[in-house]
């Protein structure tokens, strides 16, 4: 069925999303000689290997306690039977179980990085252009809301797909959303010289917009 590949198409999407957004956004930034781009490509490949890490202390954690599960973490392995973790899906071929660690969800953290850093971003630049406040208000609302709505799904689809458990993407999430705002304020204080961003500030500047 149509759906059903649609359904597939998107999941494959979300899935290689730690790959190709980094390559893709540094490779614009580049060209277009883009810093913010750029240390939006950096941080969230730093995101990626901060998982990695992450994922290591947890694993030794578990062993160390002789566990296999944990009050309020839950399991720290990937749940029973997760198949079609890879990074890239081949649904014909790539069903075999899933051998790495799970706790914490990958993809989640670095789905809600990129709703902090894309969110803060607009809400620290817009004031900057030319672009009608009520316009750019409406413009960063639309834009936020999206990668919301991109978040959610995402780290929903890694626990639809059996790769994570609920735990496991929401651990995900509150470390992306840490490393999110501490990119970002680097990111201001190197690219900006502003050692004194006012991130929530800007946000209810924009929000408040007339």
Sequence with gaps: MLLIKLIKYILNIYQTFPITLPFFTIFYGILSINYWLIAFSISAISSNLTNKLIKNIFEFIYKLLNKKYLPILGIGDRPPGAINCC????????????????????????????????????????????????????????????????????????????????????????????????????????????????????????????
């Excluded at 409406?138 to 978040?151: D, P, R």
């Excluded at 780290?155 to 458990?165: A, F, M, N, Q």
């Design 87 to 210: 990074a890239f899906i081949d649904w014909a071929k790539c069903n075999k179980l899933s051998d790495s660690f799970g706790m914490p969800s990958g993809h989640s953290q670095l789905a809600w990085f990129c709703f902090i850093y894309g969110t803060l971003y607009m809400a620290t630049h817009i004031r900057k252009t030319n672009i009608d406040r009520y316009k750019g208000r409406i413009w960063f609302i639309v834009s936020s809301c999206i990668l919301l709505i991109m978040a959610i799904t995402l780290s929903y689809s890694r626990v639809y797909l059996g790769c994570h458990t609920i735990q496991q993407v929401i651990l995900g999430a509150l470390i992306g959303i840490g490393f999110g705002l501490l990119s970002f304020w680097i990111s201001s204080m190197i690219i900006d010289n502003d050692k004194n961003v006012d991130i929530f500030s800007s946000v209810k500047k924009v929000l408040h917009a007339s």
